[in-house]
């Protein structure tokens, strides 16, 4: 996956990263042409992280079959709330921290 700095303007892959931090439930990049620390914007972050555990809620209802007569819908809003993490994963741009 590739983003790119807001800092320098250079196109980055994941790979090359040379640092990674964790605060809590924000993940920050170090960006290894200029060193600055990126991230997501915190709003954005938010929506992410939302998504991810309303799939794993979901995954765990219909995995322990709680629901039974709602596994349908269930899995609709489990796919809703995927579809939000990753579509913000790949399209939200980066912030200097």
């Known amino acids: 996956m590739k983003f790119d700095c807001p800092s320098c303007q250079a196109t980055i ?26 991230r997501l914007n915190p709003k954005m972050e938010a929506v992410k992280n939302a998504g991810l555990m ?12 709680v629901f039974p007569e709602y596994k349908t819908e269930l899995s609709v809003v489990g796919l809703v709330g995927m579809s939000l993490a990753l ?7 980066r912030e200097i921290v």
């Open 54 to 65: 309303t799939q794993l809620i979901i995954i765990l209802l219909n995995f322990f079959s």
């Open 87 to 93: 579509l913000i994963i790949l399209k939200t741009k």
């Open 13 to 38: 892959h994941n790979k090359d990263v040379k640092a990674r931090r964790k605060e809590g439930f924000v993940l920050q990049r170090q960006c290894p042409q200029c060193d600055a620390w990126l």
